[in-house]
């Protein structure tokens, strides 16, 4: 805990296991040697990577060197008009985050489990993302998301909420779609936890639709926790595990947009229904079991100084 509006997941590294056998070493060190270029790709593109095109086909080369298959529809992240849309596709779009014409932006609120949520979002819809500060240090993920114009708040200072809704406000009215993580931390399945109040207010009072997008991730088909990454659990031991996993699909559903106008709809009403739309009901506990017999886990591709991190603490955003 960081702070007075942070949130405790009982979630634990335990809980991350695959759902299906392991691919075999080589395949594990043919993807690293993927991931590491993707990386330095991205990495080298500095301020270029700013641009819609060139985020969206970074994130999706780091999801494809992992082995990792993306399933949305095009534009799954629009609420309304998708004038952005277009223009990414004939290449004239802005930078990520800059206003879009034609009224408020949309507020895409989704399910927390995995570092890998950021590039697939960032895979669908180069959005604006409101972060946690620490976030912004991870390996990789930190570096797409700062060139993506995320806005990074300090969970450990109460007195930074006013602000921070205040400034998503703000974004909103300009016409920046921002995609939020309302449960605060990171659980091992999306059917866990609740979405927090605060950031529907500012939905609110830009007048802006709320987006529910639900993020699920499987291998071969059955739902999986290998890409949990929860408690204090390390970039390094859940990118081994992604690195290993056979069949990994990253799900990302939109729902029916939520009018922030609607009669009766306060932020707590906003809040509920989005958080059903998004985890399919009310929170469920769930059991969480280590894996039977876990196989030895092959090296970090680590010779890059970009996929090396310290222990991560809870990961709140």
Not at 136 to 161: K, M, Q, S
Not at 165 to 182: H, K, M, N, Q, Y
Not at 232 to 259: M, Q
């Amino acid at each position: 805990m960081n702070g007075a509006w942070d949130v405790w997941s009982a979630c634990t590294p335990a809980c991350a296991t695959h759902a299906v056998r392991r691919v075999p070493a080589t395949v594990t060190a043919r993807r690293c040697a993927a991931f590491a270029h993707a990386v330095r790709r991205a990495l080298t593109d500095g301020e270029r990577m700013a641009d819609p095109v060139r985020l969206r086909t970074h994130a999706r080369a780091l999801l494809t060197a992992l082995g990792i298959r993306l399933e949305s529809p095009a534009g799954a992240l629009r609420a309304a008009a998708d004038t952005r849309t277009r223009e990414t596709r004939r290449g004239t779009a802005p930078a990520a985050g800059t206003p879009a014409p034609g009224g408020p932006g949309t507020l895409i609120v989704v399910n927390h489990i995995s570092w890998l949520d950021i590039p697939a979002l960032l895979a669908v819809e180069p959005v604006t993302l409101l972060a946690k500060r620490e976030v912004g240090g991870w390996p990789v993920v930190g570096g797409l998301a700062r060139r993506a114009g995320t806005h990074f708040i300090d969970r450990g200072n109460p007195r930074e909420l006013p602000h921070a809704i205040d400034e998503l406000t703000e974004l909103l009215a300009s016409g920046r779609s921002v995609a939020v993580f309302p449960q605060a931390t990171t659980w091992c399945t999306g059917a866990q936890g609740t979405f927090r109040r605060a950031t529907f207010q500012a939905a609110i009072d830009a007048g802006a639709p709320v987006r529910p997008v639900t993020l699920g991730y499987t291998q071969h088909g059955l739902p999986s926790t290998v890409a949990a990454f929860c408690g204090e659990d390390t970039f390094a031991s859940s990118l081994r595990r992604t690195l290993a996993a056979r069949g990994l699909t990253i799900g990302v559903t939109a729902h029916p947009p939520l009018s922030a106008q609607d009669a009766g709809h306060d932020r707590r009403t906003l809040a509920a229904l989005a958080g059903t739309a998004v985890m399919g009901g009310p929170p469920r506990p769930t059991r969480h079991a280590p894996e039977r017999a876990p196989a030895p886990q092959a090296p970090l591709c680590g010779t890059s100084p970009h996929l090396r991190a310290p222990a991560q603490a809870p990961h709140h955003v």
